[in-house]
């Protein structure tokens, strides 16, 4: 059984940085991807970043470019999202998410995404 267990979420300042973490187990996705999109109240489940296949391409949406980094461990089985320069519109529930076989367009899509952890909430405010 495939489980994805996240971590490291809660509450920081504008300016701070936060640095969540996703752990798969059951199963590995070093062909596919592993990575994150978040959700705030009332809008619709936002694509944040992503690794994909063996080579590590990262990818990330426009709104945490240049503010966020997604790297993995050598084993290729735990994800890292390094959010710094975190602003009050970051505030939202993260979610790690992990497909074995997505294909380059469908990154963005979590419709494609077969597997899902719980969430993180990650609150940002002074």
């Known amino acids: 059984q495939v489980h994805l267990e996240e971590s490291g979420g809660g509450l920081a300042q504008p300016g701070d940085s936060l640095r969540l973490s996703c752990s798969a187990s059951?199963?590995?996705?070093?062909?596919?991807?592993m990575g994150w999109f978040r959700q705030a109240p009332g809008k619709e489940r936002e694509f944040v970043g992503v690794i994909w296949r063996n080579g590590g391409h990262t990818y990330y949406g426009d709104s945490v470019k240049g503010r966020f980094t997604i790297s993995r461990d050598s084993a290729k089985t735990t994800v890292y999202l390094q959010m710094n320069n975190l602003k009050s519109e970051d505030t939202a529930v993260y979610y790690c998410a992990a497909d074995a076989t997505i294909i380059l367009s469908e990154l963005w899509n979590p419709g494609a995404y077969d597997y899902w952890g719980q969430g993180t909430q990650v609150t940002v405010s002074s």
């Open positions: 059951g199963r590995t996705f070093r062909n596919g991807a």
